[in-house]
């Protein structure tokens, strides 16, 4: 029944996902092309993806919690989802074992990849190894972290930098911050664009796959895989930018009091983080405990990383040339 298995290994936490499903196989690939590894390893977390009719839900059970996306129950220390009579999942906490059933490609992908991105992002935070909702590059020995909401542009900043020399991808979408060594780690997964947006010179001609998302349509996704960008290196400094867009490409020095409020929603809260709220928070005291640990941690690093570093609002043009001799000019700074 299960034909293909995927292995994943984010910095020590290994993701190992079985599937019969050849497409979804394929798109999960391209997803974290990064960080899979070709040789079987030792799963600290394993989900089964199926492509069979709905069936896992125990029909005596009423539904706990209600949302426009999921339903779910708990039993003990399992928990059983449903989004739409779409997609089913049934969740084995205790033994970190998931399975992922339905028989429409897009949502049942849309599913898989959130349940990933969620559980090891919880796993990572337990380590003290943060995702911060933001766009990262280095230029010139310099780590620019783009404090931007979402909309602002982050992936065609970056995709607009990277086709220049000297440039390398740290994010698009999430950066680790990590409190134990102080560092920022590279975080690379799938590139996007709305449907209904033009991407950059550089991606046409490369070849894409499509996601029809639940709530916020189609988007045209790009695996790094098939992308020359350059991934992560050294740096000596941290810039944090937050901002927005405009006519002309300006920058400023701040105080950083903006960079500290999306610190806070987008990191230490996790807004505009890629995570669903089921597959991260369990049910009991232990879990409770977990997670007011994860809280603190967070606070602590984003603090630290937001004191130490240079802040500036700028505003990011229409025409990237402009973009670029701007981070040249903060670079030299």
């Not at 607009?160 to 102080?182: C, K, Q, T, W, Y």
């Amino acid at each position: 029944m299960i034909g293909k298995n995927i292995f994943l290994n984010f910095y020590g936490y290994n993701v190992e996902v079985e599937t019969d499903w050849p497409e979804i196989a394929d798109r999960l690939s391209k997803d974290f092309s990064h960080f899979e590894k070709k040789s079987p390893i030792a799963a600290n977390l394993n989900i089964q993806i199926l492509k069979k009719n709905l069936s896992l839900r125990d029909s005596s059970q009423k539904y706990t919690y209600k949302s426009k996306k999921v339903s779910f129950y708990n039993l003990g220390k399992t928990r059983y989802c449903n989004y739409h009579e779409l997609v089913e999942t049934f969740c084995d906490f205790e033994r970190n074992k998931f399975i992922v059933q339905g028989q429409e490609i897009h949502s049942v992908h849309e599913v898989a990849y959130l349940l990933i991105l969620s559980r090891v992002g919880k796993a990572l935070d337990q380590l003290g190894a943060h995702r911060l909702h933001s766009v990262g590059f280095i230029y010139e020995r310099t780590l620019f972290v783009g404090l931007f909401s979402s909309g602002v542009g982050k992936t065609t900043l970056l995709s607009n930098l990277m086709e220049r020399p000297g440039f390398s991808m740290v994010s698009d979408d999430s950066p680790l911050v990590n409190r134990v060594n102080e560092e920022i780690q590279p975080f690379p997964i799938r590139l996007g664009f709305n449907k209904d947006s033009t991407p950059p010179d550089y991606f046409r001609g490369k070849v894409s796959y499509e996601l029809n998302r639940f709530r916020y349509g189609v988007k045209s996704l790009y695996s790094l895989k098939d992308l020359d960008y350059l991934i992560g290196g050294p740096y000596e400094r941290v810039v944090l930018l937050t901002g927005r867009q405009g006519p002309v490409a300006t920058h400023s020095s701040s105080l950083g009091l903006a960079h500290a409020k999306h610190m806070f929603l987008e990191g230490v809260i996790g807004f505009g983080l890629p995570i669903l709220f089921e597959y991260f928070w369990e049910a009991g005291s232990r879990d409770f405990l977990i997670k007011t640990k994860i809280t603190f941690s967070r606070i602590l690093t984003f603090y630290k990383l937001w004191k130490k570093t240079k802040k500036y609002n700028v505003t990011l043009s229409s025409d990237d040339s402009q973009n670029y001799e701007m981070i040249k000019e903060l670079a030299k700074s």
